[in-house]
């Protein structure tokens, strides 16, 4: 892999730093470039592939598969994303792709909401109340983040057809009310926060809930701020699930939509390309504007 | 954790429940979204599709029971058996080398240099991609045509290179090692992330003594910074492992398990023998033994190179 020799040079190069970090030679001046020219190489080679596929969203068919490739498109070609917007539309004449949009906004945000609910006071349960069993819930909590989803997936479908559920976005969004990795995530933010805030709410008679609602949830913001981020992205991203479980066009998510929209579309990179903007830009806003979240959420599982 | 009853006064709450009752009852309610859930949807699910995988179960018919059929069939299936050899070269390569791409970058993005931040999250974005944006961009990269065959033709056309069909020719048999670096690529960052924030962690007195020992460079990083690291290394190669064997989104939407089954999968065999074949039981079989097969490496692992605790950290 071309990305690991670089690194490694790095660093080398970077153990080589602190012994001549005292006198500036030119050995220094050296060092330093080179430094930084295997940073932006590991960079180029990371994400040149989506900054290409950005800028090639705005080419022409022809361009999108031109030889040699260009870099910046000869013209800026908006009209893909209006082609996409319109590319695949139903019997009555209605575009699918404003319904994905939609479809995705709401099954992420249903999940979102649901998540933060269940899994707060789920998480406020294991850390705060005692009760017999709790240890073997959480362990047995724990072991289902094992479970390939892959093997959920023939039981889900067979229990959500005999509920009728198949193809309504009931099937995607019951299963997924509550997650243990983000209970988890939860857990370990909470024991982070002293006992003796929630102890002295308690002693003054505050009720089991009040406590949850008034001590503990405002001081747990960021934490909540990061299971946010990271369910919605998930259901965002989500593919299997809908894939097996979502039927008809209408219903699909984005996700789902544009590999539909691959099989029509095989030839038309350009628009394809621009389809996948609308998936993709939205979390990398998100990740911009809230990345220390993100960070965060490292910090307090090992979960993605 | 559990029991820290001392020091917490019981206030009798007019209710009359007494107040350790009451917490417990609470404490059920609470949990008790995630246990009716997962009762059904993972415990109930994981029993059914055992069951599931000792009957002749087609799609919509009445599960009749017929032994062990069905896993006879699974184990002497010649693409089964392809499947199988996939996945776990996908899974040990995509793992080892994610791995270590993740600890290089984060040790990298540890020194002092500038624009750490900038770095940081410019290499984190492909990991808020989804798989199949993911999936739909490199297809077109790895197209013969495409720009990663015009990079290599450029800089090494003098040795001869010719460009490749990346993932359909199937005498090169490239397939599958391109899927493997995209995955590499994509989610070495995601763990690079754990990896700082572990290296962090680390005292700078621990530094400071190694190099009075004379401890520098590539010795300083096998001899402390990797031991240092070892249950956060752990917990990388788990989840690394879980979810390289899982591989499915990526197959199916680049290569769809071609060119001749060279990067069939077995969960896209698994998703081929439900979902088109109709095959119920037959694909409950192999769910199955994906399941033990993550369940044992894990075990395997975990006596490796786990301590005890380190996935509940």
């Known amino acids: 892999m071309p990305p690991t020799t670089t690194t490694q040079r ?3 190069v970077i153990s080589a730093r602190k012994t001549s970090i005292e006198r500036k030679g030119p050995r220094y001046y050296t060092v330093l470039v080179l430094r930084y020219v295997s940073l932006l190489l590991v960079t180029v080679i990371l994400i040149g592939p989506f900054v290409m596929a950005f800028l090639s969203s705005f080419k022409t068919t022809q361009e999108v598969l031109a030889w040699p490739p260009t870099l910046l498109p000869q013209v800026w070609r908006l009209q893909n994303y209006a082609e996409v917007w319109n590319a695949l539309a139903d019997a009555n004449g209605n575009s699918y792709f404003p319904r994905w949009v939609l479809n995705s906004l709401i099954l992420s945000g249903g999940v979102t909401l649901a998540h933060l609910f269940f899994c707060s006071i789920a998480a406020y349960a294991f850390t705060r109340l005692r009760f017999p069993g709790k240890r073997f819930i959480f362990a047995a909590m724990l072991s289902t983040l094992m479970i390939p989803s892959m093997v959920m997936m023939i039981p889900q479908y067979q229990i959500l057809n005999s509920l009728h559920l198949v193809d309504t976005f009931g099937a995607i969004l019951i299963p997924n009310l509550v997650s243990a990795s983000m ?10 926060i002293p006992r003796e805030l929630d102890e002295a709410a308690y002693i003054d008679g505050a009720s089991i809930f009040t406590t949850f609602w008034r001590v503990i949830l405002p001081l747990a913001r960021p934490a909540l701020a990061t299971m946010a981020l990271l369910s919605f992205q998930g259901m965002w991203n989500n593919y299997l699930g809908p894939l097996v479980l979502l ?11 544009l590999g539909f929209l691959k099989g029509q579309y095989s030839t038309f990179y350009n628009v394809v390309l621009a389809g996948s903007m609308f998936n993709t830009i939205p979390m990398v806003l998100l990740f911009v504007f809230f990345s220390r979240f993100y960070v965060q959420g490292v910090t307090y599982s090992g979960i993605k | 954790m559990a029991k820290q009853a001392e020091g917490r006064p019981d206030v ?7 107040r350790n009752m009451q917490e417990a009852l609470t404490g059920y309610l609470y949990v008790g979204p995630w246990i009716v859930i997962s009762l059904v949807f993972t ?8 069951y599931l995988s000792f009957t002749d179960m087609q799609i919509l018919n009445e599960p009749k029971l017929i032994g062990i059929d069905n896993y006879v069939k699974v184990l002497t299936d010649r693409l089964f058996h392809m499947a199988l050899f996939n996945t776990i070269l996908y899974a040990a390569v995509v793992t080892f080398l994610q791995t270590l791409l993740a600890l290089l970058l984060a040790v990298t993005l540890n020194a002092k240099i500038r624009g750490k931040t900038f770095f940081r999250s410019a290499w984190y974005l492909p990991s808020v991609t989804s798989w199949v944006v993911i999936s739909l961009i490199f297809v077109w990269v790895f197209q013969k045509e495409g ?7 450029t800089l090494f056309g003098w040795t001869g290179f010719e460009p490749v069909a990346w993932l359909t020719d199937v005498g090169a048999h490239t397939a599958l090692p391109a899927l493997m670096a995209v995955s590499i690529g994509c989610t070495a960052p995601i ?7 572990a290296l962090q962690d680390i005292p700078e007195e621990v530094y400071e003594a190694a190099s009075l020992d004379g401890s ?14 070892r249950p956060i290394i752990f917990l990388v190669v788990v989840l690394g492992t879980i979810g390289s064997l899982q591989v499915f989104d990526q197959v199916y939407l680049m290569t769809n398990g071609g060119p001749l089954n060279q990067t069939t999968t077995i969960n896209l065999l698994i998703y081929r023998s439900a979902f088109t074949d109709h095959r119920f039981a037959y694909a409950s079989a192999m769910s199955f033994i994906l399941f033990v097969i993550i369940l044992s490496l894990f075990l395997v692992q975990n006596r490796l190179i786990g301590g005890s605790n380190t996935v509940e950290r």
């Not at chain 1, 039927?247 to 939509?257: D, I």
């Not at chain 2, 720009?147 to 033709?153: A, E, G, M, Q, S």
Request: no cysteine; aromatic share 20%; glycine share 6%.
């Open chain 1, 10 to 12: 790095s660093e080398t």
């Open chain 1, 183 to 192: 209970i988890f995530l939860l857990t370990q933010f909470f024991r982070t």
């Open chain 1, 247 to 257: 039927n008809t066009p209408e219903m699909f998510p984005l996700t789902v939509g």
């Open chain 2, 12 to 18: 009798p709450r007019s209710s009359g429940l007494n």
């Open chain 2, 43 to 50: 415990f109930g699910a994981m029993l059914y599709v055992f």
């Open chain 2, 147 to 153: 720009i990663l065959n015009y990079v290599l033709v």
């Open chain 2, 191 to 197: 763990f690079m992330l754990y990896f700082l924030a």
């Open chain 2, 216 to 229: 520098v460079g590539p010795h300083r990083f096998f001899h402390i910074t990797v031991p240092m690291l």
